[in-house]
């Protein structure tokens, strides 16, 4: 089964290859003889890496640890679900994952009428970059990150999975992002094609049902991978500044900066130029945050470390890179009659954009600084989360004012909506006085927080309008715009007023703790398939009423002696009640860490509409009324 992958990969690297050097040639000389043959090797090379993922997973779920990769991350007390998701677990097995979902969307896009539709010369430049981008990832699965090594002789057990990665968030949160990754790379290859044959710029209302999808999921990847270090790594807020969390939504921002320069483009034919960068941008920073992962270059606690496919990774973005500013500049455009009005919805779309492109930047800046401080430095140290916070929360509650504003100005200039801005506005305040007199007294957090409340009142509004409800339109950018609005109000409190308190504390001991009173009631014991737990039972009480049990713990896992901590929360969408433990010790908690996320599950929830809402636009459409209603 090792040769027969090994085999497997190679062709399929070797056909990509030849396919991109083929489709070089036509593209170069204005022809598209090949074109037949270049999309039955699409279905040659999607058929070798199904056929090579089928024996990862074969071997993944039957424990065949003649497998190197199968015995670095399964054993045989491992659970069938995480022997599944340990597919994804490892660099080589996350390639071919990624790779695989680069290939499958490729070979739809291929089955569908839109892409027939294309001109053949665009098709053929299509396929140039597209098995450019399969050849590089076979090239790291068949040299650098192997899949497919053998073991001799076999041995008896595999090492395991990870503690931190047998948890359901990390079961879906990979798959997720590679999913919203892999279909990035169809807009982006698409778009390079028109411009690189001077095609006109058709591709943004082509790859909408991608665009929108690719978003989401990566949102939806993003969004539970911070749910599960909040739930799993005990750093007890809803976002760490971690590198590998930040390589994830770098690319998010650059993706959400050009859904809304397309709309403009599609509007009214601004921006041309700017949406080919913005949605390849996005593409590449997902290798980008593939390097910053994989390389070895950033320290983080569920990054992949080294193994020499830093390199490889750097040119492949130098040369991407490089392409799209060759295909960018000769892209063709004419020259947009509209004028844009700054007050205006344009205009505001526009700041936005600035916004998120600022976000995305700051993040890369401070993430890559340990790097970028070698050149005068010799012993450089990571920026603090004290400077993500510092400077991300303005701008993203700038993005919340946007987003109460913007809905109420007419496209072209002024407010279009004089009563319901009004109305709006003034609920903000409002609620935002009644946030100032319950506590809320730090002026960006209360600004945050009136400006989401302000949103969700204007979607209410919004709603209200004569076939609002029924538009999917509607749904797609406001649904969205509500779950962004929750996550602002949660992150403008949760963040800036968590309170902590960190103590040893010793079985039948209480103490008290922001209006809380907390005793440590007893240790429980118990095995269950071969993991060794130890829970500690903290009755909570509030005004002299017990609310519940914090119930954190540690877990031992087989063939790993250091001992795993698990998160306890008293769920709330007010005040949520959270607990870690660091060791124990004859029972004692050294230390026991309880904190108060204030809000934090509006996070959670808001980033959940924000999931969901853009899969609206795979649904059928309705009429034209109802698709255009509350523009």
């Not at 083929?22 to 699409?42: F, H, I, K």
């Not at 990754?181 to 411009?195: D, N, Q």
């Not at 946007?402 to 007419?410: K, Q």
């Not at 039972?537 to 519940?548: A, D, F, L, P, Q």
Request: charged share 10%; net charge neutral; aromatic share 14%.
């Amino acid at each position: 089964m090792h040769v027969l992958m090994e085999v497997g990969l190679m062709a399929a690297m070797l056909l990509s290859l030849i396919a991109a050097a083929w489709a070089c040639l036509d593209t170069y000389q204005g022809q598209s003889g090949t074109l037949r043959w270049l999309e039955r090797g699409q279905y040659s090379v999607v058929s070798l890496l199904v056929l090579a993922s089928g024996i990862l997973w074969t071997a993944l779920m039957s424990r065949d640890f003649s497998f190197k990769y199968v015995y670095q991350y399964t054993s045989l007390n491992l659970p069938d679900f995480y022997a599944v998701t340990a597919f994804w677990a490892g660099r080589s097995g996350s390639l071919l994952f990624w790779l695989l979902i680069i290939a499958v969307s490729g070979t739809v896009f291929l089955r569908t009428k839109k892409y027939s539709d294309l001109p053949e010369q665009t098709k053929v430049a299509f396929w140039l970059l597209f098995f450019t981008v399969q050849g590089f990832f076979l090239f790291l699965l068949t040299s650098l990150s192997q899949p497919y090594i053998a073991l001799s002789p076999v041995p008896a057990d595999g090492e395991g999975l990870n503690p931190l990665l047998q948890n359901p968030g990390m079961a879906f949160h990979p798959p997720l992002l590679f999913l919203g990754y892999g279909f990035l790379t169809i807009p982006a290859c698409l778009s390079l094609s028109m411009a690189l044959t001077k095609g006109q710029d058709a591709w943004m209302k082509l790859t909408r049902g991608w665009v929108l999808p690719a978003w989401a999921f990566l949102s939806a990847g993003i969004i539970l991978g911070g749910w599960w270090a909040y739930m799993e790594l005990g750093w007890g807020g809803y976002w760490a500044w971690d590198p590998v969390e930040n390589a994830s939504i770098i690319p998010w921002f650059a993706a959400t900066a050009y859904l809304h320069t397309s709309i403009l483009g599609q509007r009214y034919g601004l921006f041309k130029r700017i949406n080919i960068v913005l949605i390849n941008l996005a593409f590449l920073l997902c290798i980008v945050g593939t390097y910053i992962v994989r390389s070895g270059i950033i320290e983080s606690v569920h990054a992949f470390g080294g193994g020499g496919v830093g390199g490889p990774l750097l040119v492949f973005i130098l040369a991407y890179l490089f392409l799209v500013l060759v295909g960018t500049a000769q892209a063709h455009t004419d020259k947009p009659k509209h004028e844009m009005i700054a007050l205006s919805r344009q205009g505001l779309l526009v700041f936005s954009v600035w916004i998120f492109l600022a976000l995305g930047s700051v993040i890369l800046l401070g993430t890559m600084w340990p790097v970028i401080s070698l050149g005068w430095e010799s012993n450089p140290v990571g920026v603090t989360a004290g400077f993500y916070n510092t400077v991300t929360m303005p701008l993203f509650i700038c993005i919340g004012l946007l987003l109460l504003v913007c809905p109420w100005l007419s496209w072209k200039e002024g407010i279009q909506h004089r009563e319901r801005f009004i109305i709006s506005t003034l609920s903000a305040v409002c609620l935002g006085g009644a946030a100032y007199f319950s506590g809320i007294r730090m002026v960006l957090p209360l600004v945050g927080f009136s400006a989401g409340a302000g949103v969700i009142v204007s979607t209410i509004m919004l709603a209200l309008q004569k076939k609002a409800l029924t538009s999917r339109r509607f749904w797609i950018a406001h649904g969205t715009h509500l779950g962004i609005a929750l996550m602002i109000v949660g992150v403008a409190i949760s963040g800036p007023y968590q309170s902590k308190k960190e103590l040893v504390l010793a079985e039948g001991q209480s103490f008290a703790f922001s209006g809380y009173n907390f005793e440590y009631k007893e240790m429980v014991h118990s095995e269950s398939n071969g993991i060794k737990s130890r829970v500690a039972r903290i009755i909570v009480s509030h005004k002299g009423k017990e609310i519940g049990v914090l119930e954190p713990s540690q877990l031992i896992f087989p063939n790993n002696d250091h001992p795993h901590t698990e998160v306890s929360t008293l769920f709330s969408f007010g005040k949520e009640l959270y607990a870690t433990i660091h060791d124990v010790e004859d029972g004692r908690l050294e230390p026991l860490i309880v904190s108060v996320n204030p809000l934090v599950n509006w996070v959670w929830l808001g980033g959940t509409f924000v999931c969901l809402f853009p899969f609206i636009v795979l649904l059928p459409k309705r009429n034209r009324e109802s698709a255009t209603a509350a523009e």
